[in-house]
């Protein structure tokens, strides 16, 4: 019974010893910690065997220095050979004095302080995944150099603070800018700026940037800032499929170029590439340059205060632009062979800095739409089209202006040997606001266009004029749609339209008379213009032989009383003829005596008629017995009216003003 009980409590002893000296693993249950005083086999195996996943995981992380893996970069990867690790880097200076590559099966992993120094004409190659914070690693001398691989899809992004840049407004960052250029693959790694302002002392280049991506990150654009005359991005060669997004190029008023795409180049070589969100300013020169580029979209461009042009595209073909330009000497030129281009835009310039919003030269093929804004005049137009431009469309434009002066748009120019031809505009409004301009649409020379369904309001000017910009008769070609555009001017309450080679005046007359005038014929000849009363009114519209003269009409006017009277005539380059009316013309008229139960033709004076011409006459008043019969125009000017007296006595007719209405 005693050797039981005694069994008894050293089973007890055991196992309350047991339970206190159990241990626990460490959070990530790498690591067994036993209790003081734990003994036996299974704490031991508990142990070994998180001391062995410890091992296990060590084995993949080595670092240069490590006695088992040498001293040197070039050390550490021998020794590593072909096992899959990550390769930390700790603080310290590591000197690449030959040309060395980073295998694929190594993660190189830099902490802060630590930098690889390349020297002059040797090249660090990473092949494998790479990381490090927003701190300097590198330090190339000469044309020393890191290069991501190729074909290195493991780095997703690339910073140029990797090699020393900061973003302080005053380090010079292009070095570094220009290094993370040279280093980045060709498999679409995106350098990314990820600060605000990158002061850059030289021009940032590449040649050859297929798939390059270049990116802001930070909330707001990150900005690259010029500190000296020079073109700020200068991208060469051959290029496709590259990005440019999230960008501020700030020229600071001394950079010679924002952004320049293809310099040099004489056949198209850059293409499917992306502008995105990137706003490009004071620059001293061409904003964005793009020469010889295909097939690109540029979305959410803002270019302004560039001394030349804000945005010019040279040779380049089937791109698409959508961007704000403003207050650069021209926002916006298509030149020699940049066609079919497909533009949306906003053109505006608020300094008096403006020679032409857009500038189309020897280019096809365009269509553009946009907001033409000026609160200055701009030096010579709005828009100018020339130089065997053909076949380019504006359309659904807005063009507003507080004050032009200027053409809005000018087709053609004096000095081209070749026309332009077959201009298109349509669905355009024309808005000025305060002194309005000189005119909508001026085609010089023997150029051609397409004007319709566009609507243009409180303008001083006209929809479309023949003449060139010394303001000499020169002959033209003009197609206008029928009765698509329209001018409205509430100053003077009528509109004009176009008419197939014909332009049709409407005048309203409903808040009193009016006299509209006429065009100078010695800018239309051909021109066939139509003048019409629109409406019931008692008002009168008078259309009188000043201040161009009107043939036939004399000293006499022609008054529109009725809705849908009209005055037709064509200009044969010297005087507007009249070819066809219904209008109502007056006389004083003192007829003679009619002898009883007869007839008598009598000739009256009415100027402004003629041989062909259709009358009805219209007595001042009614004397009984008396019947004006008949009415015709036997010469010019003069009217023959026979009366017929149906009494047995003589009788005279009414004297005083006698109304014809007048047809042809």
């Known amino acids: ?62 670092w240069v220095g490590d006695p088992n893996y040498g ?55 990473i092949n494998g995944d790479f990381e490090a914070g927003l701190y300097q690693v590198f330090s190339c001398t000469g044309t020393g150099k890191v290069v991501f691989a190729w074909n290195n899809t493991s780095v997703k992004e690339i910073y140029p603070e990797w090699w020393g840049a900061v973003s302080d407004d005053s380090t010079d960052c292009a070095p570094a800018i220009n290094a993370a250029l040279t280093a980045a693959p060709t498999l679409g790694t995106a350098i990314v700026f990820n600060g605000y302002v990158y002061k850059i002392n030289s021009t940032l280049t590449k040649t050859n940037f297929s798939n390059l991506v270049l990116r802001g990150k930070t909330l707001g654009l990150p900005r690259i800032k010029a500190g000296a005359a020079f073109i700020m991005l200068d991208l060469l060669g051959t290029a496709y499929n590259f990005r440019i997004e999230n960008l501020c190029f700030d020229g600071d008023d001394v950079a010679t170029g924002g952004i320049r795409l293809g310099h040099g180049a004489t056949s198209v070589n850059i293409g499917w590439g992306k502008l995105n969100n990137l706003y490009i300013k004071k620059i001293a020169g061409i904003g964005l340059e793009a020469n ?55 053109f505006e310039n608020h ?39 053909h076949n380019n469309t504006i359309q659904k434009a807005l063009f507003y202006s507080v004050n032009t002066g200027r053409d809005w748009i000018i087709i053609g120019d004096e000095a081209d040997a ?31 266009a397409r004007i319709d369904r566009n609507w243009c309001s409180n303008l001083s000017g006209e929809i479309a004029v023949y003449e060139n910009d010394a303001n000499t008769t020169v002959a033209n070609t003009f197609i206008p749609r029928k009765e698509d555009s329209w001018l409205v001017a509430p100053a003077t309450n009528y509109a004009i339209s176009f008419k197939d080679h014909e332009r049709v005046i409407d005048v309203y007359a409903n808040a009193g008379e009016l006299t509209p005038t006429l065009p100078d014929p010695a800018k239309h000849k051909g021109l066939r213009v139509m003048v019409r ?31 849908n009277d009209y005055v037709e005539v064509i200009s044969n380059g010297t005087v507007w003829e009249v070819i066809g009316c219904r209008v109502m013309k007056t006389a004083s ?76």
């Open 1 to 62: 019974m005693q050797m039981i009980r005694t069994w008894f409590l050293w089973c007890l002893v055991l196992f309350f010893t047991g339970s206190a000296f159990a241990g626990t693993w460490t959070s990530n249950e790498f690591v067994y910690k036993p209790s003081t005083g734990a003994r036996g086999a299974g704490e031991k195996s508990t142990f070994d065997a998180g001391m062995d996943r410890v091992d296990a995981r060590l084995a993949k992380e080595t």
């Open 71 to 125: 001293y040197t970069l070039q050390d550490a990867i021998t020794s590593i050979g072909a096992n899959q690790v990550i390769l930390r880097v700790p603080r310290g200076t590591y000197n690449i004095s030959a040309s060395l590559s980073i295998p694929p099966n190594i993660t190189l992993k830099v902490e802060r302080g630590a930098i690889l120094t390349v020297a002059t004409t040797k090249t660090l190659t």
């Open 292 to 346: 010889f580029i295909e097939w690109n979209e540029m979305r959410r461009l803002q270019v302004e205060y560039c001394t030349d042009y804000g945005i010019k595209f040279s040779g380049s073909v089937q791109n698409h632009l959508e961007a704000w330009v403003g207050d650069s000497r021209i926002d916006l030129g298509l030149e020699s062979g940049s066609n079919g281009n497909i533009i949306y835009g906003i």
């Open 351 to 389: 300094a008096a800095v403006t020679d032409y919003h857009l500038l189309i030269k020897a280019s096809v093929g365009n269509q553009i739409t946009g907001w033409w804004e000026s609160v200055y005049a701009p030096n010579y137009a709005q828009v100018k089209i020339f130089n065997s431009a």
């Open 418 to 448: 070749a026309p332009t031809g077959l201009t298109h505009i349509s669905d355009c409004y024309f808005s000025p606001g305060v002194s309005g301009g000189k005119y909508h649409v001026n085609i010089v020379k023997g150029n051609s």
């Open 533 to 563: 009363k629109s409406d019931n009114s008692a008002n009168k519209v008078i259309l009188s032989a000043a201040p161009y003269y009107i043939y036939g009409a004399g000293s006499t006017v022609f008054r529109l009383l009725s809705r």
């Open 589 to 664: 008229v003192t007829p003679a005596s009619v002898a009883a139960n007869s007839t008598s033709t009598q000739t009256f004076t009415f100027s402004g008629i003629y041989a062909d011409n259709v009358t009805l006459v219209q007595q001042p008043a009614q004397t009984s017995g008396i019947i004006a019969v008949a009415s015709r125009v036997t010469t010019t000017d003069t009217l023959e009216i026979t009366f017929a007296n149906v009494t047995s006595g003589a009788l005279t007719p009414a004297a005083g003003s006698y109304t014809i209405a007048v047809f042809r």
